[in-house]
């Protein structure tokens, strides 16, 4: 039990499976493969988000730019296709708006030595502004029919979509476990000054994770787009909060050097559920962020009271195994 | 010698700017110039200093609450909705303002009584205010009770509740002389604020938790208490400014001040606040928050967008903190070179 207690990845997949367990037996429908399906396929933009801003409260710092930034490759994207670009080289574009905005970002943070949240705060002015400014305010509609192909793939009866985000989970998570420079991201965030005093590149791993941010966003960007085949001024507001609220739940701690994308993934996938249960269950979704508030809560209260109280079991045991020494 | 101190200091350069950004918009467009004019502007942005205010003392104390954008909305559908029950509007009035010092009070609780962020505490506060302002007149509506006035719930969530009375209205339509009442307010408020952080112990804690919470505690500041205080007048200062968009709308609405965040933390920061925590000033926050509200009046009586002004707002931010941290940057070069030479000299 206690090396389930002290993974977040496992307290929050728990709850979830319960939450899940419990909406089935209110609602049957809700265990159909379909709607399984549907609540992961919804939950896409928010995994990829979520995983960008991962790297950057790794690093600990803190990204509020990223839906700001999806809806800025969204609007890229959308002017793209409609200039009459083919599909592949207008999301190449909204990548590049996105990675580039995640670099904005980084040079901020990292060469002008902006705070953080000061940085990406004025930057989420300044996309959400351009994107208007971009499209004039008013909606990019009439997309081509080939941006909105790809979100009707399907392998096994589970969507293109969800496929290329779980073998970008994959990577990710192979990636962060195993490559060398994507553990940088860990040491830099646990300890910037012993990592800088190792000789890592502290400067160049926090600009890769904003850059990454931006990257990640604009995937986001491209797959929301498919799937709702417009792009409205209001696309992926809020997204921002959402993914941080996404990764705390998921385990990725705001002190740095903590977390994984797996868990990431899972805050993410459980903020989505929590929309689509409530629906099932009957309760109107204006509720949603009460729930999604009361959740984040409840989790990182719980967490703390586990963490203190494994704290003060360690030094517990400590102090009897002091004094059984000095015996 | 000891006067020049003040000309140096940062509160004193936002007053040349002050002056200097209400200079060159007078000679762009006279209007300016005309001092009624300029001082009822200011009501489209003192609910951004009625929050900004108290969140400076947060700020200080190395925390921050961004849930007070969501206690704006959550103070107006409650003044709404009591008085919707009968009750007389300034008593909704009251009520309004105690559920932020009570949304004040449970942010405070949380922060003080673990070691979450308070970044991530007030982001969860943030959606539960957010949501249940916008979930109590539906749930009321299912128990029967008629919460979003005579209009129906299809009005209710077209323009919120409206129909107010009169005299809540002239909270922000009355002015004294030339000064409007929720100006008058903000000063007010500014005052007392001021004097709580630079004249009592309790202020001097904020800064002391701020630069090193560990010495605090040591030295036997009742850091929990001070903390929720400090958060409590936060919700304080956000349920105030919901108040005053209500009457300035004259309608109570869930969504009110939902895209205020930015220029909130914009006007603690530049005014000075560090957002590591352990200084700002309210004299600070209050200017830079002026400076930020008559630009944007300014912007906009110039015919430039309010998109365009979003990202003249977001660089200015992000400039004036890199020139701070570069300044910062050079004092301490400079200090060091300074140390050197004298070594050299003995």
Do not use: C
Request: hydrophobic letters at 55%; charged letters at 10%.
């Amino acid at each position: 039990m206690k090396p389930l207690l002290r993974s977040r990845e496992a307290l929050v997949t728990l709850l979830l499976v319960l939450l899940v367990v419990v909406t089935g037996l209110f609602n049957p429908n809700f265990f159909k493969p379909d709607s399984i399906v549907e609540i992961f396929n919804a939950s896409l933009t928010l995994v990829l988000i979520s995983l960008g801003e991962m790297f950057v409260i790794l690093t600990r710092g803190i990204d509020v730019s990223v839906g700001a930034t999806a809806g800025l490759a969204a609007v890229v994207l959308g002017t793209t296709l409609n200039l009459g670009w083919p599909v592949g080289a207008a999301a190449l574009a909204a990548v590049a708006a996105g990675t580039l905005a995640g670099a904005l970002n980084a040079f901020g943070v990292t060469f002008l030595r902006v705070p953080p949240i000061i940085m990406t705060l004025g930057t989420l002015g300044i996309y959400r502004g351009l994107m208007r400014i971009i499209t004039g305010g008013s909606w990019i509609e009439n997309l081509p029919q080939s941006i909105k192909e790809p979100n009707l793939w399907s392998f096994l009866g589970v969507p293109f979509f969800v496929w290329l985000t779980l073998a970008l989970l994959a990577l990710t998570a192979f990636v962060t476990l195993r490559v060398r420079l994507a553990r940088y991201f860990y040491a830099v965030g646990d300890n910037e000054a012993g990592a800088y005093l190792l000789g890592l590149p502290v400067r160049w791993t926090q600009f890769a994770a904003y850059t990454l941010a931006g990257t990640f966003a604009a995937l986001a960007a491209i797959v929301f787009t498919s799937q709702i085949g417009f792009v409205s001024m209001n696309a992926a507001d809020g997204f921002e909060l959402k993914a941080i609220a996404a990764n705390v739940l998921g385990g990725v701690s705001l002190t740095g050097g903590v977390g994984t994308p797996v868990g990431a993934a899972i805050g993410a996938l459980f903020l989505t559920a929590v929309h689509s249960m409530l629906i099932f269950l009957g309760v109107p979704g204006i509720w949603d962020n009460a729930f999604a508030g009361i959740i984040l809560l409840v989790v990182v209260y719980v967490d703390y009271r586990v963490r203190s109280a494994l704290e003060l079991q360690r030094r517990q045991a400590r102090i009897r195994g002091d004094a059984g020494g000095g015996a | 010698m000891k006067w020049t101190r003040y000309l140096r200091s940062w509160e004193f350069a936002l007053f040349v700017l002050l002056l200097l950004e209400l200079a060159v918009l007078g000679l762009v467009n006279p209007v300016f110039f005309n001092l009624e004019n300029l001082l009822y502007s200011t009501l489209d942005f003192t609910h951004i200093l009625f929050a900004a205010l108290p969140l400076t003392l947060v700020i200080i104390t190395a925390g921050i609450d961004i849930s007070g954008v969501s206690v704006m909305g959550l103070a107006s559908i409650t003044l709404g909705l009591v008085w919707v029950a009968g009750v007389n509007v300034f008593v909704a009035l009251a009520v309004a303002l105690l559920v932020g010092v009570l949304a004040g009070a449970f942010n405070g609780f949380f922060v003080s009584r673990t070691d979450v962020n308070p970044l991530v505490i007030t982001l969860g506060t943030l959606f539960m205010f957010a949501g249940l302002a916008q979930g109590m007149p539906a749930l009321l509506d299912k128990l029967g009770f008629k919460a979003y006035g005579s209009a129906g719930l299809a009005a209710y969530q077209y323009e919120g509740i409206t129909g107010l009375p009169d005299a809540f209205i002239a909270l922000t339509e009355g002015s004294l002389g030339v000064v409007p009442y929720p100006f008058l307010a903000v000063l007010f408020f500014a005052l007392v604020l001021s004097l709580l952080l630079h004249k009592t112990r309790f202020g001097r804690y904020l800064y002391l938790i701020g630069v090193n919470p560990k010495a605090a505690a040591y030295s036997g500041v009742p850091i929990r208490r001070v903390l929720v205080w400090a958060y409590v007048l936060s919700g304080f200062g956000a349920a105030l400014a919901g108040v005053m968009l209500t009457s300035y709308f004259t309608s109570a609405r869930a969504d009110l001040g939902g895209d205020a965040l930015l220029p909130i933390i914009t006007a603690v920061v530049l005014g000075g606040a560090d957002i590591l925590g352990g200084s700002g000033t309210i004299l600070g926050t209050l200017l830079a928050g002026m400076i930020l509200g008559f630009l944007r009046q300014g912007l906009l009586a110039l015919g430039v967008t309010n998109d365009l002004i979003q990202v003249v707002v977001g660089s200015l931010l992000i400039l004036a903190m890199a020139a701070k941290q570069l300044l910062h940057v050079y004092g301490e070069y400079r200090l060091k070179r300074k140390a050197l030479s004298s070594k050299d000299g003995r």
